[in-house]
């Protein structure tokens, strides 16, 4: 395992309004990370400070023992892809949008190379989606478009790729499916990963490590069955919480009633 | 839905030659006759320097120093509002947003105005384009300004900026009154205002276009929004002002040759972007030939029709251009949605 990120005593927010202090964190080549937290809690805050769109008001973030502003964003681009929740575009194909991870990697005054086409088709077929590569993509479904938007990210090859609440407004089936994709797709290429996610039990089975945030701080880092806890959740939601354990997974429900 | 525009090139292609015959035709209309094949002879061996045969020196200055001078302007102007309204629409993500939206037209107006009403006509030109260039940098170091710097702020800022100057060229018109008509024919947009020489135009608009199109592939990207833009590696910070600072140039050049030709840089993106989707390397070429299509095709029906003879170019965009683009509302409303 490699190191690929630290953040060093890591502040985020914006002028006037810290939103995280004091975070520290390291993330290893490989590492899918969930990030917990309560709605409002500067998930995504803290994801785009580390992508670079948004300046650190105190601490570093290091890519590859580099800091964050020594990238350019082209360079930065070539490392870190991101998922947002969900992306509209009208008048672009599913193929002419997924050809946009390339951008990075294009030289200007250069057009897409073979190889950039070659990559955007596999893209294309790792999710699942070459019967509409040709179609529209504002007339897909909601599902489709994401799956595109993860085509676009693949082709990006980053070695770190965000995620921002990649399945929030999809149907049970495709957020499964959705992140199942995205991990066959990023072990191989031992890309880490860090997932904004609301359901902890998608957190269980996909994560190797989660992240907890409460109140602006890190609650807890580490492997899954050692900080979900009963008494975590309870910090972090404050809501009572039932453990379940069977062979297959661990799972989460909150208590209901008296 | 399959997409219609497998083939850019030949849509690039046949609306290139559309533009040929456009201009070739323009060049033919005038009191004396001229054959299109001289035309074409004549207009070929001045720029490419083909073989000339023999052809009397008359028609030759009729067509090149004349006619030329014109149909060449129609399409400078054209190809550039079309390209910088294809620009601000993406940047702005407002499908209202024009090569004007940033108060260029206003100041090079008020800039022209002065130069009408001081008696200086031949300074018109040149105040105008210093006038265009001066609210650019006020309206983009405002927006620049402001607490929080955004696009709707500079939308705003361009929209306040080119209120106060409409205000101020309205006062000069109340005030010098015996000069309006010729400040409001100016500001009706016209092909014919008289220019020493228009090479300086074709190397300022030849090289923002080309400067435009180096930037294709962000203008694609940045159309998915700032954000997304700054992920996918585009530098949004540095190429968004670029262009802004590029397209205004350009639209300012032309103003002060031409005066205000409206709806040119409204309608032509829409159009385009109906006909050969959202790719901008295929969106900008095509925008530029249209535009440049659409304005010749207008002064042509002055110029035909003798009920629009008196009428400046400008209105005629605007009178024809409008039901145009209703119609093309209407039909391509369907298809994407």
Redo the contacts between chains.
């Keep these: 395992m490699i190191s690929l990120l630290e953040a060093q005593a890591l502040s985020v927010g914006y002028e006037k309004k810290t939103i995280l202090e004091n975070i520290n964190f390291t993330i290893n080549t490989g590492d899918f990370i969930s990030v917990i937290a309560p709605n409002g809690a500067g998930k995504s805050t803290l994801l785009?400070t580390i992508?670079?769109?948004l300046a650190p008001i105190d601490g570093n973030v290091n890519i590859n023992k580099k800091p964050l502003t020594s990238y350019?964003?082209?360079e930065?681009?070539?490392q870190?892809?991101?998922v947002?929740a969900d992306?509209m575009?009208?008048?672009?194909?599913v193929q002419?949008m997924v050809l946009?991870?390339r951008?990075?990697h294009?030289r200007?005054?250069h057009g897409p190379s073979n190889k950039d086409h070659v990559l955007v088709k596999a893209a294309i077929e790792a999710v699942d989606i070459s019967n509409k590569s040709?179609?529209?993509y504002?007339?897909l479904s909601q599902g489709e478009r994401q799956k595109v938007i993860i085509a676009?990210a693949l082709v990006?090859q980053p070695q770190l790729l965000l995620l921002d609440e990649p399945t929030a407004h999809l149907d049970i089936a495709n957020q499964f499916n959705i992140l199942r994709l995205i991990k066959k797709a990023v072990v191989p290429k031992k890309v880490a990963v860090i997932a904004v996610l609301h359901d902890i039990n998608l957190a269980l089975e996909f994560s190797t490590k989660l992240l907890l945030i409460k109140n602006s701080r890190v609650l807890a880092f580490g492997e899954p069955q050692a900080v979900v806890t009963i008494d975590n959740l309870k910090q972090l939601y404050g809501l009572d919480f039932t453990l379940y354990h069977d062979a297959a997974a661990t799972y989460v429900r909150p208590k209901f009633g008296e | 839905?399959?997409?219609l525009t497998t083939k850019p090139v030949l849509l690039m292609g046949s609306s290139a030659i559309l533009l040929v015959i456009t201009a070739i035709y323009l060049l033919t209309i005038g009191t004396a006759d001229i054959s299109a094949p001289t035309v074409f002879s004549i207009i070929t061996h001045k720029i490419f320097g083909m073989p000339n045969p023999d052809i009397p020196m008359p028609e030759q200055i009729i067509v090149w120093n004349f006619r030329w001078q014109r149909v060449a302007l129609a399409m400078l102007v054209g190809s550039c509002l079309a390209v910088s309204g294809t620009c601000f629409q993406t940047m702005f993500k407002n499908p209202l947003a024009d090569p004007f939206i940033l108060g260029v037209s206003s100041g090079a107006a008020l800039g022209a105005a002065i130069a009408i009403v001081s008696g200086h006509t031949e300074l018109m030109i040149i105040l105008a384009f210093i006038g265009a260039i001066l609210s650019l940098s006020i309206v983009y170091f405002l927006g620049q300004s402001f607490l929080y710097p955004s696009d709707q702020q500079l939308l705003l800022a361009g929209v306040a900026c080119g209120a106060m100057l409409n205000a101020m060229l309205s006062a000069l018109m109340a005030i010098h009154s015996q000069q309006m008509q010729m400040i409001v024919f100016w500001l009706m947009g016209s092909l014919t205002n008289y220019v020493d020489s228009l090479k300086p135009l074709v190397a300022i608009v030849g090289i923002c276009i080309i400067i435009v199109m180096?930037y294709a592939?962000?203008l694609?990207?940045i159309?998915?929004?700032d954000?997304?833009a700054?992920?996918?590696?585009?530098?949004?910070n540095k190429v968004k002002p670029l262009l802004l600072i590029v397209t205004s140039l350009m639209t300012g050049a032309c103003v002060s040759v031409s005066g205000i030709i409206g709806f040119i840089g409204l309608i032509i993106p829409h159009i385009v972007?109906k006909i050969a989707?959202?790719?901008h390397i295929v969106l900008l070429p095509l925008s530029a030939i249209f535009g440049a299509i659409f304005l010749l095709a207008a002064d042509g029906l002055t110029r035909t029709v003798p009920q629009l003879a008196s009428l400046p170019v400008g209105v005629v965009t605007a009178l024809f251009g409008g039901p145009f683009f209703f119609y093309i509302l209407r039909v391509a409303g369907r298809r994407?949605?």
């Design positions: 785009k992508a670079g769109v350019s964003r082209r930065l681009a070539q870190i892809a991101m947002g992306t575009a009208l008048g672009y194909t002419q946009m991870g951008f990075p294009i200007r005054f040709m179609c529209f504002s007339e676009r990006q | 839905m399959k997409l180096v592939s962000d694609d990207i159309a998915l929004g954000e997304d700054k992920f996918l590696g585009v530098d949004v972007r989707g959202s790719s994407v949605s």
